[in-house]
């Protein structure tokens, strides 16, 4: 595609519900990153994606928080059992290789536990 | 740890001014440097980088300065436009990483 896809664009969703937010990235893109943005905030490091393996996962927050992404294209986030503090803007970018290259980000995915 | 910074959260100009935004790093092992606009409700969007091999680089009204002796980037934007009113972040990529670091940012705002 043109650029970065997120959706959905807003989620609102109920404490203790699991959410699944979806990034396409740009096509031929190998490297795919997840930050997640509270209000106000700089940016905080998920997770990344070299194809579809994610060799540091130290970043998420907790276990509750997970990713995939398959055929180097597609990623979803999916966070457990969802508390208030998870409310933020989620956030994925896409770079064409994984060292040192400009990132291209989506709009984010803005989520509010209730 | 190790962290990037800004020194000023709010930046108000007149439109028409010139604007410098600082960035403040602690990492000397980083080498390749990005700064991203952020409007409102909108994700990140690249300015402008610069590598460590270099101390200047300049694009279409914008010019990164890095000063790799006290660790210090900056942004200038030439003639700001009520346009470039959005967060400002800096963000750093140590040599090795393959993470982008970003800094808290600063709020840039240009009245007409």
């Known amino acids: 595609g043109a650029g970065v896809s997120q959706s959905p664009s807003n989620k609102v969703t109920e404490k203790g519900k699991d959410v699944e937010l979806r990034c396409d990235p740009i096509s031929g893109h190998t490297a795919l990153y997840w930050y997640r943005q509270r209000l106000g905030q700089g940016l905080e490091f998920l997770i990344y994606f070299q194809g579809n393996s994610a060799p540091d996962k130290s970043g998420l927050p907790s276990d509750r928080f997970s990713a995939e992404r398959t055929g180097e294209s597609v990623s979803t986030l999916t966070i457990q059992r969802t508390q208030q503090e998870d409310s933020a803007v989620y956030l994925c970018?896409?770079?064409?290789?994984?060292?040192?290259?400009?990132?291209?980000f989506g709009q984010g995915t803005r989520l509010t536990v209730v | 740890g190790e962290s990037v910074g800004l020194h000023l959260p709010t930046l108000s100009v007149q439109e028409g001014d010139n604007s410098i935004i600082n960035c403040a790093y602690s990492n000397s092992a980083s080498d390749y440097f990005i700064w991203y606009k952020q409007e409102s409700g909108k994700g990140p969007q690249f300015i402008i980088d610069i590598r460590s091999n270099m101390d200047k680089r300049q694009g279409q009204r914008v010019t990164v300065l890095l000063n790799k002796t006290v660790k210090h980037l900056s942004l200038q934007i030439a003639a700001t436009q009520p346009g470039d009113s959005a967060v400002y972040f800096c963000a750093e990529t140590p040599g090795g990483s393959y993470i982008p670091t970003f800094g808290r940012g600063t709020s840039l705002i240009v009245h007409p």
């Open positions: 970018a896409s770079s064409k290789v994984l060292l040192g290259t400009e990132a291209f």
